[in-house]
């Protein structure tokens, strides 16, 4: 990647700080998740600063990997995050965001980053008629390992 986030000291609790799997440039995967229906609504991502910002204010707080600066969802757009919870995944390196959306999460006005571009639509993978495991490509099992 050719922009990181700023290597300042940040006031992220040690006991988080330390746990953390951060890419080589210091960020972390940040996926936000509506917090009452499971919809994926986007993904950003965060240092530790920008993980303790989201933390103490409530609200999401990214780093623009272009812009190369914090950003907090909603300061121009008006469409607010307004965190619900956080977690690690079991590998520390990457955080769930729960949110209430407010308004579109995806910059360009979509209700998430992931509707426009589906690959496969629920229901259309073709189905093993022995073993009942889905497939989508009419050549594997769907059992994993199992076309390696």
């Known amino acids: 990647m050719t922009s990181s986030s700023p ?8 006991e ?3 746990r953390l799997k951060r890419s080589a ?3 972390l995967p940040a996926i936000a998740q509506q917090y009452d ?4 609504l986007m993904l950003g991502w965060m240092d530790d600063e920008a993980l303790h910002r989201t933390l103490t204010t409530g609200r999401c707080t990214y780093w623009s990997r272009s812009r190369r600066e914090y950003w907090v969802k909603g300061d121009t757009s008006g469409h ?3 965190v619900k919870s956080v977690a690690l995944d079991c590998d ?10 407010v308004g579109a999460a995806c910059h360009t006005g979509a209700r998430t980053c992931f509707d ?15 073993d009942g495991t889905a497939r989508t ?5 769907g059992t994993p390992g199992a076309d390696q």
């Open 116 to 130: 426009a571009d589906v690959l496969l639509a629920e229901g259309t993978a073709s189905t093993d008629s022995t």
């Open 7 to 14: 290597r300042r000291p940040s006031p992220l609790a040690p």
């Open 137 to 141: 490509d009419g050549t594997g099992t």
């Open 80 to 82: 607010f995050q307004w």
């Open 37 to 40: 229906t499971g919809e994926v």
């Open 16 to 18: 988080i700080a330390d």
């Open 92 to 101: 520390a390196d990457t955080v769930l965001v729960k949110v209430d959306q």
């Open 25 to 27: 440039d210091g960020l």
